[in-house]
């Protein structure tokens, strides 16, 4: 009701773009409610609620099959919900009885696999998204050869894609996104087929680009690193289900469940068994000591009750002062600080990492990936790790399972 | 005026968006409704009466079994018998073949592979009553054979027999085997390969794990090439004919021509061929019930091809050279000689004439004949290709659905129920009381016509489209239509260029059909007028066999003329995006390592990605 009554404040102050359906590309907001997808019986999208301000950047992270591909082609408007209704711009576009085409949503998107019409030249791919606006076709020419030169491709505009490497395609996609300057650019995993170099550089491309634009922009990945340096929110699904929605620092300090933490990365987990418990710290009993940790949010968590200690990579190092010299993380001082528990260990792997290298340690109760240090440790050796309790969250056993 | 502007905005817009939740429902009702029109509802009506006379007036009787007792003591289960033994040994034909110019083309370096793809696409448009005609003057007494003093009876009996039938379907089916298969053939090599030899499989062994990946191929050409084969009337009409070799087409055609017109017994038959091809289709799914051959479509590098040497190219162009004179070269010969030699003059100088050529051209109204097929294949083309299409999509859209499924199946059927099915069901069911009372008056008309043409070329269009609109990823339309462009625009700019190619051949293998269609022409041509392929039988009739010949040359270079001035045109005047994009493919596929099943066949490629699917059921 609240939605409809919005619209009808459009239309009484005149906004006939608004009345008609048509998003306002000025105003790019997203609002969806209780946004649903069902493909026969599996739910693709259950009951998602969020909303994204003019100018912000959402990043849509999840694993495969968690609805977040589907999520971003409803906002689209390329698959129809289910249930539930999406405002862009303030116009309703899909409600019951509603759906505005995606010709008619001013918005852009960036696709995985590019998808480049291949009988049109880069410059042609481009000038297509600007049909929309009735430009005259010098200007929309000019308009192509600035949209390509401001992704680097100035001199490739007569390429067909076949002609063109991975990355330079997915640039011609952004081009072709951004030229028109929609209020909303949608990007589905649009890294994901390149190879880590291009990956990075056009990771910067994208935000430098969207921000100086000033869009509102929803961009979907898998990957916890390419969301964090993107977002201003981060929205994390879990069996089309959205599970938190907050900033890239309050999803990684503060993961609202322990399915958020595994996802958004961890060094790895041991299990044990909860010996006290405050309001916001858990010690448990675990193979390697006691060890303590924050509790989630919603979680109940008692004395005597089988949990699990989730460590992030940022809450272990080794603590031998030689050991980390020259890491990343700081040095250990040579003593252990409050809120720090020392813990023995066995490497049994070492990977050179160009900056030095990462250890697998296996300790009591499991094994800790991705511990830093300068020099490499052989597999073998035995070491000591300091652990971090602010860094370390607390689960009940068996809670939250990936459904990666 | 303000507050009104905004009210009227509202409701058109609320009726837009209304549009826009209703359209994918309301298009596929239009599909089913234009499938309904023009095959289904006539092939029932056709059906019925085996059953149920008295409801198109042909009997008193609302459920009877007697027309099938009466087809059983015409020979229908001897006809249907022949039918399917030829079917299949058209079929095993028509599979083996292909599978040797598959090797060559796709994993072997011996040349001419474009050569083949284009010859397979000649065999494709030549009928397969020409090719009977062909083969018929070839061996008759007073053919070519015989005015070289080489005829010899045992040859005769063989080809104007069983055999003849089988292998004249089997040549005519070797384009569609072909297609399925030789994209699957080539995507299985590469990393599979690779992976069984380097954990210690030797040939033997690859051989042995690779060849079931082409069970879907090769069981999608076989059932294809059987449909065609039971359901064809060309090869029925000349050889079986002639050899008096009764098979289900003829015995069906026997039925509807003899006076009086027994349809009961033609449905019954009609039945026969459903039957047989849906008890082919259950084998099939049998067959491959459960099994998944993605890994067939899947990237990997590129087969190896096998250098040979001056052997192996000797017997490539032996093998090659040999199977396009035996299926196009042969009877081509047979068909021009017959029209240039005088019977019975032995082969000399003075027996040529061009005697038939000046005696066509001088009858009076020769023009009309070839100006009315001409019309009617053009504009009933290009109808088979704009419905071919729609239904395509539909099918590649919707295979998961029951929908999807129903429309294939419905069309795999329709393949196989002969053109002369369609041209009387079209009878029954447009000249019914009820629409002349509405004021329909669609029997006898051009329109009828063109109708019966379009539904019985669309079935086999749809099928050849299918594997093109199956490999066109949406995103290409979704990206389209992300960026602004109309549903129509994204289809028209985003996608349509893409499939110009396999478009433009569909129109011409429906253009080439229409044009030289013989039973659908006889039954449903309005009174004045005289398809091409009518003329050709009269004067056939009329044991001219010679003019008849002649006027078949007459019609297949204007079909070939027609042809290479089309694909003359697309060269020069398409943009050139839409042709470079598939060379480019080519190329890039090449760079990366990646198989891309249309190399050697662009247009035809996809069947084998389609042929995957229906194998693969997934």
């Known amino acids: ?404 | 005026m303000m507050a009104q502007a905004p009210s009227a905005i509202k409701s058109r817009s609320e009726l837009r968006q209304r549009w826009a939740v209703l359209r994918p429902t309301s298009w596929r009702l239009l599909v089913w409704v234009l499938v309904a029109v023009l095959l289904v509802i006539p092939s029932l009506c056709f059906l019925l009466q085996a059953f149920s006379p008295r409801l198109f007036g042909q009997g008193s009787a609302w459920l009877t079994l007697a027309n099938l007792s009466s087809a059983f003591h015409q020979g229908f289960a001897r006809a249907m018998l022949d039918s399917v033994v030829v079917g299949v040994a058209a079929a095993v034909l028509a599979v083996v073949l292909p599978m040797g110019l598959a090797i060559l083309v796709e994993r072997t370096d011996a040349c001419g592979g474009g050569a083949i793809v284009l010859g397979l696409w000649a065999v494709l448009l030549a009928p397969s009553y020409l090719i009977a005609v062909g083969w018929e003057e070839i061996v008759l007494r007073g053919g070519i054979l015989g005015a070289l003093g080489l005829w010899s009876p045992g040859l005769q009996h063989m080809i104007l027999g069983p055999v003849g039938v089988a292998i004249v379907l089997g040549l005519k089916g070797v384009p569609f085997a072909y297609f399925a298969l030789a994209p699957s053939l080539a995507a299985i090599g590469g990393d599979l390969e690779a992976a069984i030899r380097t954990h210690g499989g030797g040939r033997l062994a690859t051989l042995r794990i690779l060849a079931p990946l082409l069970l879907p191929a090769l069981l999608s050409g076989f059932v294809i090439v059987f449909a065609e084969s039971v359901g064809d009337f060309g090869v029925a009409a000349t050889i079986a004919a002639s050899a008096h070799f009764p098979i289900a087409t003829y015995l069906l055609y026997e039925s509807i021509s003899t006076f009086p017109a027994n349809f009961g017994v033609a449905a019954v038959v009609g039945w026969g061929l459903v039957v047989a091809v849906g008890v082919a289709l259950l084998i099939q799914g049998r067959l491959l019930r459960g099994r998944s051959f993605a890994v067939v479509t899947g990237r990997g590098r590129s087969s190896p091809r096998r250098q040979l040497g001056w052997r192996g190219r000797v017997g490539a162009a032996g093998f090659t050279g040999a199977f396009f004179l035996i299926a196009l070269g042969v009877p081509l010969v047979g068909v021009i000689f017959s029209s240039v030699l005088v019977p019975f003059e032995g082969l000399k100088l003075s027996a040529f004439t061009f005697a038939n050529y000046r005696d066509l051209l001088g009858v009076q109204g020769l023009g009309g004949p070839i100006r009315f097929s001409g019309e009617m294949a053009l504009v009933c083309g290009l109808a088979v290709v704009a419905l071919g299409a729609v239904l395509a999509r539909t099918m590649a859209a919707g295979r998961s659905g029951v929908s999807g499924r129903l429309l294939d199946l419905t069309l795999v059927v329709a393949v196989a129920l002969p053109g002369v099915v369609f041209a009387a069901g079209y009878i029954f069911a447009y000249d019914l009381p009820f629409l002349t009372h509405l004021g329909i008056a669609l029997y006898g008309t051009t329109l009828l016509l063109g109708m019966a043409y379009v539904a019985n070329s669309v079935p086999s269009s749809s099928r050849l489209l299918l594997g093109p609109f199956t490999q066109v990823q949406d995103r290409l339309l979704h990206a389209a239509r992300v960026h602004g462009a109309s549903g129509a625009r994204a289809w028209r700019q985003g996608v349509l260029p893409l499939l110009a190619r396999p478009i433009l051949w569909a129109f011409l293998l429906a253009f080439a059909g229409i044009f030289l269609e013989l039973p659908i022409s006889e039954l449903l041509a309005p009174p004045n007028v005289v398809p091409v392929s009518v003329a050709v039988l009269s004067v056939l009739g009329k044991a001219n066999i010679g003019e008849g010949t002649a006027l078949s040359v007459v019609a297949i270079l204007i079909v070939l003329a027609f042809v290479g001035a089309l694909q003359v045109v697309f060269r020069f005047l398409a943009p050139v995006g839409w042709r470079k994009w598939q060379e480019q493919r080519v190329s890039v596929a090449e760079a990366e390592g990646e198989e891309l099943a249309s190399i050697a066949a662009p247009a035809f490629a996809p069947v084998a990605e389609a042929s995957l699917r229906e194998g693969g059921g997934g």
């Open chain 1, 1 to 404: 009701m609240t939605h409809i009554s919005a619209v009808e404040r459009s239309v009484e102050a005149g906004d006939l773009r608004k009345e008609d359906g048509v998003p306002d590309g000025t105003k790019a907001q997203v609002a969806a409610a209780g946004l649903t997808k069902r493909f026969g019986p599996v739910v693709a999208v259950d009951e998602v609620s969020l909303t994204v301000a003019p100018g912000e950047f959402l990043v849509l992270l999840g694993p495969s099959g968690s609805g977040k591909s589907t999520l971003l082609r409803m906002i689209a408007g390329i698959d129809r919900p289910s249930a539930g209704t999406i405002h862009l711009g303030g116009a309703l576009v899909d409600g019951p009885g509603v759906h505005t085409p995606p010709e008619r949503r001013e918005l852009a998107m960036v696709f995985q696999d590019y998808a480049l019409w291949p009988h049109m030249t880069a410059a042609q791919n481009v000038q297509f998204a600007l049909r929309r606006r009735r430009m005259e076709r010098r200007e929309r020419e000019r308009a192509a050869r600035d949209a390509l030169e401001r992704v680097g491709l100035s001199s490739k505009e007569s390429r067909y894609p076949g002609e063109l490497s991975g990355g330079e395609q997915q640039r011609v996609a952004l081009a072709r996104a951004l030229v028109a300057q929609p209020g909303l650019l949608l990007f589905d995993e649009p890294l994901s087929n390149l190879d880590a170099d291009r990956r990075e550089q056009l990771r910067v491309d994208i935000a430098a680009l969207v921000r100086e634009q000033g869009a509102t922009a929803i961009y979907i990945t898998h990957d916890q690193f390419e969301a964090f340096a993107l977002a201003d929110k981060i929205g994390v699904l879990d069996r089309g289900r959205l599970v938190q929605l907050a900033t890239p620092e309050e999803i990684f300090r503060a993961p609202a469940t322990p399915f958020v933490a595994r996802f958004t990365g961890l060094a790895g987990e041991i299990p044990g068994v909860v010996e006290e418990v405050t309001k916001d710290r858990v010690t448990v009993s675990t193979p390697a000591g006691l060890l303590a940790g924050t509790p989630f949010p919603g979680f109940e968590l008692r004395r005597g009750a089988k949990a699990q200690l989730l460590i992030r990579p940022s809450a272990v190092r080794f603590g031998d002062e030689e050991q980390v010299a020259h890491a990343r993380v700081a040095p250990f001082a040579g003593s252990v600080a409050a809120g720090e528990t020392v813990i023995q260990g066995e490497v049994i792997d070492a990977a050179f990492r160009g900056w030095g290298y990462e250890h697998v340690v296996s300790v009591p109760g499991g094994r800790l990936h991705g511990v830093p240090a300068a020099r490499r440790i052989g597999p073998g050796a035995r070491a000591r790790l300091v652990l971090v309790s602010s860094g370390s969250l607390v689960a009940p056993a068996g809670s939250g399972e990936t459904s990666a």
